[in-house]
């Protein structure tokens, strides 16, 4: 799919929105002088035929399609008239009829990529409110394809849950690396040896689950099954509170997005 609306990305110097203006660019989505970002102090080096402004509003007024990527604390400043326009925006806890009600427009989407955006490999959740139509979901599924793979879900809540679940996603598979790497280390290994068995070992993981298509339980149970070492190191894991400390942490995240929308 291409399109030839021209899409703004307020914080498009930054991390995910970069991410997302290199995935779309990339899939040939736009061309990249219908693009427009935004920067704060410094304009980046990427995208050099794209636009470049730090006037938010000259960025709206430019765009047919304006993304929020900024953080929460530096939107509640933020006064842009959206103008009836499409706004999507990927910033966690702030709810639809508060985007609505700030930028002048019901055609609003709340979305959450993740950090794997920036390798096209982000699961992206998203919901639209009441005014979006038939046309804006499919610009909007168009956009997060081309930044992996998305889903339309079907309430606020359920974005609330998968900011931890999937927003914070490439975090956690980085926190049980350090964790292994840690251990490693401390059994005589080199960093650097430990460095690359562990991370080999977390992305053929996740090809493995990719191309098989199978549930992760089946994969767990299997090796449950066959009793070897594998088995032994995930009944300690379990026995430790693996589990329950999973739990625990989206448990958290998913408390923290509904408040971070309360304070809105």
Same mark, same amino acid.
């Given at each position: 799919?291409?399109?030839?609306?021209?899409?703004?990305?307020?914080?498009?110097?930054?991390?995910?929105?970069?991410?997302?203006?290199?995935?779309?660019?990339?899939?040939?989505?736009?061309?990249?002088?219908?693009?427009?970002?935004?920067?704060?102090?410094?304009?980046?080096?990427? !995208?050099?035929?794209? !636009?470049?402004?730090?006037?938010?509003?000259?960025?709206?007024?430019?765009?047919?399609?304006?993304?929020?990527?900024? /953080?929460?604390?530096?939107?509640?400043?933020?006064?842009?008239?959206?103008?009836?326009?499409?706004?999507?925006?990927?910033?966690?806890?702030?709810?639809?009829?508060?985007?609505?009600?700030?930028?002048?427009?019901?055609?609003?989407? /709340?979305?959450?990529?993740?950090?794997?955006?920036?390798?096209?490999?982000?699961?992206t959740p998203w919901i639209g409110a009441?005014?979006?139509?038939?046309?804006? /979901?499919?610009?909007?599924?168009?956009? !997060?394809?081309?930044?992996?793979?998305?889903?339309?879900?079907?309430?606020?809540?359920?974005?609330?849950?998968?900011?931890?679940?999937?927003?914070?996603?490439?975090?956690?598979?980085?926190?049980?690396?350090?964790?292994?790497?840690?251990?490693?280390?401390?059994?005589?290994?080199?960093?650097?040896?430990?460095? /690359?068995?562990?991370?080999?070992?977390?992305?053929?993981?996740?090809?493995?689950?990719?191309?098989?298509?199978?549930?992760?339980?089946?994969?767990?149970?299997?090796?449950?099954?066959?009793?070897?070492?594998?088995?032994?190191?995930?009944?300690?894991?379990?026995?430790a509170g693996f589990d329950a400390a999973?739990?625990?942490?989206?448990?958290?995240?998913?408390?923290?997005?509904?408040?971070?929308?309360?304070?809105?």
């Open positions: 799919m291409s399109v030839s609306l021209r899409i703004g990305i307020i914080g498009g110097g930054g991390w995910l929105g970069g991410a997302i203006a290199g995935s779309i660019l990339e899939s040939g989505l736009i061309d990249p002088r219908n693009l427009c970002l935004s920067y704060r102090s410094r304009q980046p080096d990427r !995208f050099p035929d794209s !636009f470049w402004t730090t006037d938010s509003q000259e960025l709206a007024d430019r765009s047919d399609v304006i993304l929020l990527s900024i /953080r929460p604390d530096d939107w509640y400043p933020l006064a842009l008239d959206a103008s009836d326009k499409l706004v999507i925006s990927v910033m966690a806890g702030i709810r639809l009829g508060v985007l609505s009600e700030r930028h002048k427009t019901g055609r609003v989407v /709340r979305a959450l990529p993740n950090a794997a955006a920036e390798v096209g490999r982000s699961y009441g005014g979006v139509t038939a046309d804006d /979901r499919a610009i909007v599924g168009a956009i !997060f394809e081309a930044c992996g793979s998305q889903d339309e879900v079907a309430s606020e809540s359920d974005i609330d849950y998968l900011t931890g679940l999937s927003g914070s996603g490439p975090a956690f598979p980085a926190l049980l690396a350090a964790a292994m790497m840690s251990d490693a280390v401390a059994h005589g290994l080199s960093a650097e040896t430990a460095r /690359r068995a562990v991370n080999t070992v977390l992305i053929g993981a996740g090809h493995l689950l990719e191309r098989r298509g199978e549930s992760p339980d089946d994969t767990v149970g299997a090796f449950l099954d066959y009793r070897g070492t594998t088995a032994a190191a995930i009944e300690g894991m379990r026995a999973v739990t625990e942490g989206l448990s958290a995240a998913f408390k923290k997005s509904v408040s971070m929308g309360a304070v809105s």
